[in-house]
């Protein structure tokens, strides 16, 4: 953006402030290009007006020319560095998930407005959300005392206390939160992810149907809510007794489950599809194309009540309840002690034996065959940028352990793929593999399935097959706390860092005891692929 020549005619301010107040009035009513012209104008024949950049900036913006609004803006502080000005830079930087600008532009404009509650906000943020949790949680609570009744203050604080490991203090600040604004459906939702960590599902499930409003998508931004269907939600009625949509079925009543999250979500819930049909005579679920062949060989093919549907909409005429997936347990009335935890899911025999046979041609066959995943998906997200692991960290467990080292890391992105110096020890197929049905047939063939939470691990685990987890200090809920096993899988083994960040013990830990399981301290001569 160049700035604009000032013209040789001379223009009153008095002109010049006419026209500002055309301009504001055309922006307010949402006439963005009279406005526009008449900022330029401005700017013309004054560039140094700052209202009038600062004004342009919020016509970008409202245009959603994101950065074309950061640079108006920017030049408005440049000439005139007030504190709205930072305070809606943040929010434009925030669009743009500049999450280190936005921690520099609020501290930039708390030098000059110190006690600004929008910028400390803005900064607990960013912080927040690069993951630098010690530093937000400083500035939320610098935040509560200047307003001690700042809701979302609260709720943030308590998200941040959860991830450094208080569970007791994340509740209190999330209910303090709740208390001050019953309505913030965020903080209900945060709350039960508190409750869940901590085992206390029966009081926990009730909040958990607010989780929608914490919904991201893959790049971080709000995810879109689910459509509002014209079917009642099944929340553990005996639908023979209540009826549905369209009354009572002499068929028997028929439920459809709504999909939900990622493919980790649905591994781990749909274990309760077939239970869902000891109550419908018919469960549909609207299946993501990249696990129907799994359950359908699965799932449908020993439950033929059980129907997995397109990835769109159906018919709603031929339903009569509906449920979100992650509603089931709350239907169930799930506990700690009575979680289906059977295994659930199982391979294709002939496409296991085709991966047997190409596992089987390769040399040294007595050594274990060992599965590895060292990332998840959706990188933007903080949260994966915590759960995950680079190839080249994991160099060193695969150096140490002459095992047959099997990759199940699936990714579009270039820097999870084996590094050049894990490749050698690792047989690699992951690009000849379609769906999640492929990764099950290979999975069937190992002795053993190492990874990070992601979906792979839910999908060993819901086959019986042995998991070791490598889990990221106060991880996700559903591994609660201060535990090393599971009971969602009992064949799960989880190894959780000693503090944040430190994948170093883990990965030692691990490494120890792969010699104590397959003896590996007796020679195995040189390693071959």
């Known amino acids: 953006m160049q700035s604009p020549t000032p013209l040789s005619s001379e223009v009153s301010s008095e002109v010049i402030s006419l026209w500002f107040n055309e301009a504001e009035e055309a922006r307010i009513a949402g006439r963005l290009d009279t406005a526009q012209a008449l900022l330029d104008r401005i700017i013309m024949?004054?560039?140094?007006?700052?209202?009038?950049?600062?004004?342009?900036?919020?016509?970008a913006l409202a245009s959603d020319q994101l950065p074309l609004a950061q640079r108006w803006i920017e030049r408005a502080?440049?000439?005139?560095?007030?504190?709205?000005?930072?305070?809606?830079?943040?929010?434009?930087?925030?669009?743009?998930?500049?999450?280190a600008s936005i921690a520099q532009t609020a501290k930039a404009g708390l030098v000059h407005q110190p006690d600004s509650l929008p910028l400390h906000y803005y900064l607990g943020v960013a912080l927040q959300l690069q993951g630098r949790a010690d530093e937000a949680a400083a500035v939320y609570r610098r935040l509560i005392e200047l307003k001690p009744d700042y809701a979302q203050a609260h709720a943030n604080l308590g998200v941040v206390v959860k991830d450094l490991g208080s569970l007791s203090d994340a509740e209190r600040h999330i209910r303090q939160a709740i208390a001050l604004d019953p309505a913030n459906r965020g903080a209900r939702a945060s709350l039960s992810l508190v409750l869940l960590a901590a085992g206390r599902y029966e009081e926990a499930w009730p909040y958990f149907e607010e989780r929608t409003a914490n919904f991201v998508d893959a790049r971080g931004q709000p995810a879109s809510q689910a459509p509002q269907l014209p079917l009642p939600q099944w929340k553990g009625e005996r639908p023979d007794v209540v009826g549905g949509a369209h009354g009572l079925n002499a068929s028997g009543a028929r439920l459809l489950v709504l999909p939900e999250q990622g493919h980790g979500d649905s591994l781990q819930f749909v274990r309760y599809l077939p239970l869902a049909l000891e109550r419908f005579a018919q469960v549909g679920y609207i299946c993501p194309p990249s696990l129907r062949r799994l359950y359908e060989e699965s799932l449908c093919a020993r439950w033929p009540g059980l129907v997995m549907l397109d990835d769109v909409m159906p018919d709603i005429s031929q339903?009569?309840?509906?449920?979100?997936?992650?509603?089931?347990?709350?239907?169930?009335g799930t506990r700690l002690d009575n979680i289906p935890a059977d295994a659930y899911l199982?391979?294709?025999?002939q496409r296991s034996a085709t991966w047997r046979a190409r596992l089987d041609a390769l040399p040294q066959q007595g050594l274990p065959r060992v599965g590895v995943v060292w990332a998840g998906g959706h990188s933007g997200l903080t949260e994966d940028r915590a759960r995950s692991l680079s190839s080249a960290q994991m160099a060193p467990l695969f150096a140490s352990s002459p095992l047959r080292w099997i990759s199940l890391q699936k990714t579009d992105d270039l820097a999870k793929r084996p590094s050049a110096a894990t490749k050698p020890y690792l047989i690699d197929w992951m690009d000849e593999v379609a769906d999640f049905a492929d990764t099950a047939a290979i999975i069937d063939n190992l002795d053993l399935v190492i990874s990070v939470d992601t979906s792979v691990a839910h999908?060993?685990?819901?086959?019986?097959?042995p998991v070791?987890?490598?889990n990221r200090f106060a991880g996700c809920w559903r591994w609660l706390r201060d535990r090393e096993d599971s009971p969602w899988y009992p064949g799960v083994r989880?190894?959780?860092q000693p503090e944040r960040d430190n994948w170093t013990d883990v990965i030692a830990r691990i490494a120890d005891e792969l010699k104590r399981r397959y003896e590996l301290g007796k020679t195995y001569g040189s390693f071959v692929r």
């Open 319 to 332: 339903w009569d309840w509906q449920c979100p997936l992650m509603s089931l347990p709350l239907a169930f």
């Open 459 to 465: 999908l060993a685990a819901a086959m019986g097959k």
């Open 45 to 59: 024949h004054d560039s140094t007006h700052a209202g009038a950049l600062y004004a342009r900036g919020l016509v």
């Open 494 to 496: 989880i190894f959780t």
């Open 346 to 349: 199982c391979a294709d025999p």
């Open 77 to 99: 502080i440049e000439v005139e560095p007030q504190p709205p000005f930072f305070d809606m830079l943040c929010l434009v930087q925030i669009k743009l998930r500049m999450f």
């Open 468 to 470: 070791w987890l490598l």
